[in-house]
């Protein structure tokens, strides 16, 4: 069944109360041998990590933190940068199927319910493990009120209605999702062809009007037009010809 696919996929699954951040707890062990596809969950994190140095803070109980270590023996730098996509359109599919939400991504890979933030999904690269190794880490808000969210623009499943909102299930929904989608991108022998289309197709930025904040302070308004091969948001700057392909910043959407 879906359960025993899962199991068979990730080859341990270890629950916390309490820890500072998955993701650490998981790039710590990625140095061992026998580390790929361990999942690490916990019920709370005192230090939990957001993308750009920015901290990701969730009440307990009320929020799904989890991390997943997967290594990838020869694969580019390239193709892993895919990784953090793929698990992005993986938490889309689980929640669109499992909770009955309308949940889409913004780029790279933060997803939204009606254009509020409802995951966050943070990928760092194990600087220490022998064979290329990435954690991916996955912060769900579950059942936070509104009172609790921790900045505006931010949402919950149970605010957003949706239909399940038991975290056990939501979890298992995510791993089978990542599992699948891996698996499906593996049997391709790394053709991002599909996975790119499906991204594409789940991607609520495109089409946006959007100003992109670049690495170095930079700031680019424009219509973002596609996401190319390279995992990159190509934007057509305002009252300028040509695109532009951004690999890495924080995306605004424009309304
Ligand atoms: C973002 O900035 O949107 C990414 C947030 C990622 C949070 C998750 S919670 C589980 C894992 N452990 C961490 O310390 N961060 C990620």
């Known amino acids: 069944d879906d359960d025993s696919d899962t199991r068979t996929f990730w080859s341990r699954l270890d629950v ?20 790929d596809r361990h999942v690490l969950l ?18 307990p109980q ?24 793929l ?17 889409e991504l913004k780029w790279p890979n933060d997803v ?15 600087a220490t493990a022998p064979d290329p190794a990435v954690v991916v880490g996955i ?6 009120t509104r009172d609790e969210l921790p900045v505006e623009h931010a949402t919950s499943l149970v605010l957003e209605g949706a239909e399940v909102s038991d975290r056990d299930t939501l979890v298992r929904a995510v791993l089978r999702a990542i599992a699948d989608r891996w698996r499906q991108w593996h049997d391709s022998n790394w053709d991002v062809t599909e996975l790119a289309a499906a991204y594409r197709e789940r991607c ?16 680019l308004i424009g219509i973002a037009t596609d996401v190319d091969a390279e995992g990159r948001v190509v934007i057509a700057p305002d009252g300028q010809p040509g695109t532009v392909a951004v690999a890495a910043g924080d995306i605004t959407h424009l309304r």
């Open 16 to 35: 916390v109360q309490e820890t500072g951040s998955t993701n650490a707890d998981l790039l710590a062990r990625a140095a061992s041998s026998d580390c």
């Open 139 to 144: 912060g769900l808000n579950v059942s936070l």
């Open 87 to 103: 698990t992005g359109v993986a938490v889309v599919d689980a929640l669109r199927a499992t909770a009955k939400v309308p949940a």
């Open 112 to 126: 939204l319910i009606d254009g509020r933030k409802v995951a966050g999904i943070l990928a760092e690269v194990s």
């Open 204 to 219: 609520g930025t495109l089409g946006q009007r959007v100003r992109a904040e670049l690495p170095g302070g930079r700031e």
């Open 42 to 59: 916990a019920e709370f994190q005192g230090s939990g990590r957001g993308r750009h140095s920015r901290a990701w803070v969730s009440p």
């Open 62 to 85: 009320a929020q799904i933190a989890v991390s997943a270590l997967l290594t990838m023996p020869g694969m580019s730098l390239q193709d892993m940068g895919w990784l953090p996509l």
